[in-house]
C-alpha cells in the first residue's frame, strides 16, 4: 500500500513540474519578454490617447491625459530619448560602481577566501549553521554564489564526517532561498532601488528616497533568521533523511560511462578546490580585514564629526543627507580596498594595470544584464511618460478599496504573486521591473512607502527559486548531485528543496509582518506607511 502511495504521489510531482516546465519554457526570455510588453503598451497608450482617457492622480493639481506612441509626439519622443532612456536608467548609476568593486574583490580572491575561512573555522555541530550563513551572504558573489558555495560545503562536510550531499544541497539552498537579502549592502540592493526609483519619478508623491540601504534593517533582520532556519533544517531534516534513503557519501566513478560527470573545476573554476586556506591566503586575508576596519573607521569618524559636510542642513542624516547620497561610494570602498589589500598579498593583483582588468572581467559577467537593461529602460520611461502606470495603479487602488482589500491581506496577496511568477521568470531584475512598473504605484497611492513594497517582493523574488526547473543553476546542482546519485532527477532536487521554501517563505512573510504591525523603519528614513499630506 505505501509503495503504490509512494508511486501515486511521484506521478503527481512529475507532472506538476511537467507543467511548469512546459509553461515556463513557453516564455521568452526576459529580452524578448519586455520587448513584446513594450509593443502592447505603445499599441494600448496609442488607443487610449485616441480615446481621450485621462487620470487624476490623488496629490496632483492636474489631471493627466494618456499619451500614446504611435503619435506624432510619442514618436518624435522615442527618437530623442532612446539613449537617454537606456543611460539614464537608475540601476545603471548605482550598480555599475559597485560592480566594479565587488569584481576587485571576487576576482583578487578576497570573497572566497572569507568562505573558506568560514567553512574551514566551524566546528562538526556547527557546519550546517556555518552553511546557513555563507549561503546567505553569497548573494555577494552575485550568481557565482550557485557555483562556488555548493561544492565548498559538500568538501568540508565530508572532511568533518557528515554527510556531503547535505552540505551539497544546503548551501545551494541557502544562497538561493535566501538571495534577496544580506547582512551587508549588495549590488542586488542597488538594482532593486534603482528600479524603484525610475517607477516613483514620476508620482505627485513618491514617499521616502529610496537607496540601496532602504531595505537595510529589514534585510539584516531577515538574514539573520534565515542564517539559522537554513541550518537547522540541514541539520535536523535533510542530513537526517539523507541518511535514512540511504543516499552515498561517496562520490560514484563512472568506470561504464553510465552516470554524468561533472568536474569540480569545471563548475567552480577552481582545479583546486579546497577549504583550508594556506599562510599566504591566511596573512592576506588578515590585513585585507584590518584595512576594511580602518577604512570603516575613517569613513565613520569623518561622518560623525560636528559639522560633517556629509550631514544635512538640520546637522542629522535623515531623511536625506549628503551621507544617504553617498552611499554607492561607500559601499564601492568597502569592497575596493581590501580586495586591493588581499591581491597585493597573494598575487593576484600584482600591478596597477591588474586593477582595470578585474573590472573588466566583472562587467564582462554581467554583459547580459547591460544589454537587458536597454530593453528594461526603454519599458519603464515608456510606462512613465505615457501615463499609463498611474491610469493602473489608480484603476487598482480604486478597485481594491471597493472591495475593502487594503491592508495586510493585499500585501500578502502581492507576496504571492511574487512567489508564482518567480517559477517563471527566473531574473529578479526583469520581475521587479515588471511589478514595480505596476504595484509601487498603486499601493503608493494606497498609503504605502515604496521602500515596504520593495521589500515585501524580496520575500516572493527568491524563496521559490530553487525549486523551479527553469533555474538553470538548479542543472548545474543536478550534474554534481549526479556525482553521488547517478540516478537523480529534478524531481529529486525539488523534494530535497522544499524543506527549505516553505519556512523560508513563511519566516521571511512573519519578518515583514513584524515590520509592518509594530511600524519599523524598513531601513534609515525609509518607514512602512507614507505620512499623512499636509
Do not use: C
Not at 551539497?168 to 549590488?187: C, D, E, K, M
Not at 535514512?244 to 573554476?269: F, I, K, M, W, Y
Not at 570602498?333 to 597573494?346: D, N
Not at 484603476?395 to 496577496?413: D, F, R, S
Request: net charge neutral; glycine share 10%.
Amino acid at each position: 500500500m505505501s509503495t503504490t502511495t509512494d508511486a501515486s504521489r511521484r506521478r503527481l510531482t512529475d507532472r506538476f513540474l511537467n507543467g511548469v516546465e512546459r509553461v515556463g519554457n513557453k516564455l521568452p526570455e526576459p529580452f524578448t519578454l519586455f520587448l513584446i510588453l513594450f509593443g502592447i503598451t505603445a499599441v494600448v497608450s496609442t488607443a487610449m490617447a485616441w480615446a481621450n482617457v485621462t487620470v487624476q492622480v490623488p496629490g496632483a493639481t492636474e489631471v493627466t491625459q494618456i499619451r500614446g506612441l504611435f503619435t506624432a509626439e510619442g514618436l518624435t519622443w522615442l527618437t530623442e530619448n532612446l539613449g537617454p532612456n537606456y543611460l539614464g536608467f537608475p540601476p545603471l548609476v548605482t550598480v555599475l560602481p559597485i560592480l566594479l568593486a565587488v569584481g576587485v574583490a571576487e576576482k583578487s580572491g578576497l570573497l572566497a577566501a572569507m568562505i573558506r575561512k568560514a567553512f574551514g573555522s566551524a566546528p562538526r555541530w556547527a557546519l550546517p549553521y556555518a552553511v546557513g550563513v555563507v549561503g546567505v551572504l553569497g548573494s555577494i558573489m552575485s550568481d557565482a554564489a550557485f557555483v562556488v558555495i555548493p561544492p565548498l560545503a559538500a568538501l568540508v562536510f565530508k572532511a568533518a564526517g557528515r554527510h556531503p550531499v547535505a552540505g551539497l544541497l544546503g548551501g545551494f539552498a541557502a544562497a538561493g532561498a535566501g538571495y534577496s537579502t544580506n547582512l551587508l549592502v549588495t549590488s542586488l540592493d542597488a538594482l532593486f532601488a534603482g528600479i524603484t526609483t525610475a517607477v516613483t519619478e514620476t508620482l505627485p508623491n513618491p514617499g521616502s528616497p529610496v537607496t540601496p540601504v532602504s531595505n537595510y534593517f529589514f534585510n539584516v533582520a531577515s538574514a539573520l533568521t534565515l542564517m539559522v532556519i537554513a541550518g537547522f533544517v540541514i541539520d535536523k531534516i535533510l542530513e537526517p533523511r539523507l541518511n535514512r534513503q540511504g543516499v552515498p557519501r561517496n562520490e560514484v566513478t563512472d568506470d561504464d560511462g553510465g552516470a554524468p560527470a561533472a568536474a569540480d573545476s569545471n563548475l567552480t573554476g577552481n582545479s583546486d578546490l579546497r577549504a583550508e586556506l594556506d599562510t599566504r591566503e591566511t596573512t592576506a586575508l588578515r590585513w585585507a580585514m584590518i584595512a576594511g576596519v580602518a577604512l570603516a573607521v575613517v569613513i565613520a569618524l569623518a561622518v560623525t564629526l560636528p559639522g560633517s559636510p556629509w550631514r544635512n542642513e538640520e546637522g542629522g542624516y535623515l531623511p536625506r543627507s549628503p551621507l544617504l547620497s553617498s552611499i554607492v561610494f561607500i559601499v564601492f570602498a568597502m569592497f575596493v580596498v581590501p580586495g586591493l589589500v588581499y591581491g597585493k598579498i597573494v598575487g593576484t593583483i600584482a600591478t596597477g594595470k591588474d586593477v582595470p582588468r578585474v573590472m573588466g572581467q566583472a562587467i564582462r559577467d554581467m554583459a547580459g544584464f547591460l544589454v537587458l537593461a536597454f530593453i528594461l529602460g526603454q519599458f519603464i520611461a515608456l510606462f512613465n511618460w505615457s501615463g499609463i502606470g498611474q491610469w493602473i495603479a489608480v484603476a487598482g487602488a480604486t478597485g481594491l478599496e471597493a472591495i475593502g482589500l487594503t491592508g495586510y491581506p493585499a500585501i500578502l496577496g502581492f507576496i504571492v504573486l511574487a512567489s508564482l511568477l518567480n517559477l517563471f521568470i527566473i531574473s529578479g531584475s526583469a520581475m521587479w521591473t515588471l511589478m514595480a512598473a505596476v504595484f509601487v504605484p498603486l499601493f503608493v497611492l494606497l498609503g504605502y512607502e515604496p521602500a515596504f513594497i520593495q521589500g515585501a517582493f524580496r520575500v516572493g523574488d527568491s524563496a521559490t527559486q530553487v525549486i523551479t526547473p527553469l533555474n538553470p543553476y538548479m542543472i548545474v546542482l543536478l550534474a554534481m548531485l549526479r556525482k553521488y546519485e547517478p540516478d537523480a532527477g529534478l524531481g529529486t532536487l525539488i523534494a530535497r528543496m522544499l524543506p527549505f521554501v516553505i519556512p523560508f517563505w513563511l519566516a521571511w512573510a512573519g519578518i515583514l509582518s513584524v515590520f509592518y504591525f509594530f511600524e519599523i523603519p524598513m531601513g534609515p528614513g525609509n518607514g512602512i506607511f507614507l505620512p499623512p499630506a499636509e
